[in-house]
């Protein structure tokens, strides 16, 4: 069953950039492999970590989202877990959080839009300002 | 009658007054509002969040404890 999920992982950052890509494509090949299709790839880029992890207080964050069987998940944290240079992950599934979200827009365009024109700019603003 | 000498202005939930919808564990800078210098959780009954959205807060806050963005703890 297709789902859709984000992946959140903290890289060493010692690592040199070009292995941190490697890194990426080896989890894009995975996840495609499994007949699941990787919508994007965010470098986060080095952040401060809230707390020490293996003696780390830096951090290289990288983003995937992901449409793909749980299986496939099962197999990329496996994966996480062998590998030395990924610190820490965290997988969220986000479709069921998205369709809620869009539900909660449409009751609240409808409301603005029958209210008075000037409040539906306002609306879409804070649209704008919840995708962030 | 003696009237009420303090009137507490009733705290309002900052996450309906600005419209957020869902709170993103990705946004520490607006979840670092909630956790104070201990790095507990904000209760309601300070911050005024209504429960919905303290709730996805609470959710929030625990994912980006677990990917380091915010401290579980302060030493």
Same mark, same amino acid.
């Given at each position: 069953?297709?789902?859709?999920?984000?992946?959140?992982?903290?890289?060493?950052?010692?690592?040199?950039?070009?292995?941190?890509?490697?890194?990426?494509?080896?989890?894009?090949?995975?996840?495609?492999?499994?007949?699941?299709?990787?919508?994007?790839?965010?470098?986060?880029?080095?952040?401060?970590?809230?707390?020490?992890?293996?003696?780390?207080?830096?951090?290289?964050?990288?983003?995937?989202?992901?449409?793909?069987?749980?299986?496939?998940?099962?197999?990329?944290?496996?994966?996480?877990?062998?590998?030395?240079?990924?610190?820490?992950?965290?997988?969220?599934?986000?479709?069921?959080?998205?369709?809620?979200?869009?539900?909660?827009?449409?009751?609240?365009?409808?409301?603005?839009?029958?209210?008075?024109?000037?409040?539906?700019?306002?609306?879409?603003?804070?649209?704008?300002?919840?995708?962030? | 009658?003696?009237?009420?000498?303090?009137? $507490? /202005?009733?705290?309002?939930?900052?996450?309906?007054?600005?419209?957020?919808?869902?709170?993103?564990? =990705?946004? +520490? @800078?607006?979840?670092?509002?909630?956790?104070?210098?201990?790095?507990?959780?904000?209760? $309601? /009954?300070?911050?005024?969040?209504?429960?919905?959205?303290?709730?996805?807060?609470?959710?929030?806050? =625990?994912? +980006? @404890?677990?990917?380091?963005?915010?401290?579980?703890?302060?030493?």
């Amino acid at each position: 069953m297709i789902r859709k999920y984000e992946i959140m992982f903290i890289v060493d950052p010692n690592m040199p950039e070009d292995e941190i890509d490697q890194l990426n494509a080896q989890v894009e090949g995975l996840v495609t492999d499994g007949g699941g299709q990787v919508e994007s790839i965010e470098k986060l880029g080095r952040k401060r970590l809230a707390y020490e992890i293996q003696k780390h207080n830096q951090g290289f964050y990288v983003l995937f989202t992901v449409a793909t069987d749980g299986n496939v998940i099962k197999e990329v944290e496996r994966r996480f877990r062998v590998m030395d240079s990924v610190l820490r992950y965290l997988t969220v599934r986000i479709d069921e959080a998205e369709k809620k979200l869009q539900k909660v827009r449409a009751i609240r365009q409808k409301k603005s839009s029958s209210a008075s024109p000037d409040s539906e700019s306002s609306a879409e603003q804070s649209a704008a300002n919840g995708s962030q | 009658m003696v009237q009420k000498q303090f009137y $507490r /202005r009733r705290k309002v939930c900052k996450f309906c007054v600005e419209k957020i919808d869902s709170i993103n564990y =990705k946004d +520490a @800078r607006l979840l670092s509002q909630f956790v104070p210098e201990r790095a507990k959780i904000l209760p $309601r /009954r300070i911050s005024g969040v209504c429960s919905p959205h303290q709730r996805q807060l609470k959710d929030a806050i =625990k994912k +980006a @404890r677990n990917i380091a963005l915010l401290p579980f703890t302060t030493e």
